[in-house]
C-alpha cells in the first residue's frame, strides 16, 4: 500500500466519522427536544392533580389525610 493510499483510506475514513457525529448530534437534539417536552407535560399535570386534589379536599370539608378513618 502506498502512502498516498493509506492518506486516502484515512481521509475516508474521517469522512465517515464527521457523517457519524453529525447524525449522532441530531439524535440528541431530537431525544433533548423530547425530553424538555416530557417534562413540560408532568409540570403541567402535576399542576392538574394538585388542583384536583386542593378542591377534592375542599369539598370533603378539608379532611386530613393523616386522620384515621372511624372505624379504627
Request: proline share 3%; aromatic share 2%; net charge negative.
Amino acid at each position: 500500500m502506498t502512502m498516498e493510499n493509506r492518506i486516502e483510506n484515512v481521509e475516508i475514513k474521517i469522512a465517515y466519522q464527521d457523517d457519524t457525529l453529525i447524525q449522532l448530534n441530531d439524535v440528541i437534539v431530537r431525544q433533548q427536544q423530547q425530553i424538555d417536552s416530557l417534562e413540560k407535560l408532568t409540570q403541567q399535570l402535576l399542576g392538574r392533580v394538585r388542583d384536583l386534589s386542593e378542591n377534592a379536599a375542599q369539598s370533603m370539608g378539608e379532611i386530613s389525610t393523616d386522620e384515621r378513618p372511624p372505624h379504627y
